[in-house]
C-alpha cells in the first residue's frame, strides 16, 4: 500500500517557479516509477514526467527544457521543479505511484500561472 501527499502548489506570475512535491509511505516506493500528471479544466489528465526506480526519466513535450522530476529514495519522496512557468502550465497536479502492477494516487495541488 502507497499513500501519496502533494504539497507546493500555489499562485505564480508567468515566468516564476515553483516546486512540487509528493511525499510517500509504504514500502514500495523504492521500486515504484513514480509520475506527475496534470489536469486543466475540461481537459483530460495527461503525463507531466515520470521517473523510474533506476533513475530514468521522461518529460511531455511541452515541458521539457523547464521541467525537472527527481526522487529521493531516502524520504520517499519525488519531486517536480517547474520552471519558466507558462499560463498553460495551470492544472491540477497529480503524483501517481507505479508498483507490481498496481497503482496510487495523491489527491492533487493546484498550481495557477497568471499572465
Known amino acids: 500500500q502507497v499513500q501519496l501527499v502533494e504539497s507546493g502548489g500555489g499562485l505564480v506570475q508567468a515566468g516564476g517557479s515553483l516546486r512540487l512535491s509528493c511525499a510517500a509511505s509504504?514500502?514500495?516506493?523504492?521500486?515504484?516509477?513514480m509520475g506527475w500528471y496534470r489536469q486543466a479544466p475540461g481537459k483530460q489528465r495527461e503525463l507531466v514526467a515520470a521517473?523510474?526506480?533506476?533513475?530514468?526519466?521522461n518529460y511531455a513535450d511541452s515541458v521539457k527544457g523547464r521541467f525537472t522530476i527527481s526522487r529521493d529514495n531516502a524520504k520517499n519522496t519525488v519531486y517536480l521543479q517547474m520552471n519558466s512557468l507558462k499560463p498553460e502550465d495551470t492544472a491540477v497536479y497529480y503524483c501517481?505511484?507505479?508498483?507490481?502492477?498496481?497503482?496510487?494516487w495523491g489527491s492533487g495541488t493546484q498550481v495557477t500561472v497568471s499572465s
Open positions: 501517481r505511484a507505479l508498483a507490481r502492477g498496481r497503482q496510487w
Open positions: 509504504g514500502s514500495e516506493f523504492s521500486i515504484a516509477v
Open positions: 521517473i523510474t526506480s533506476g533513475g530514468s526519466t
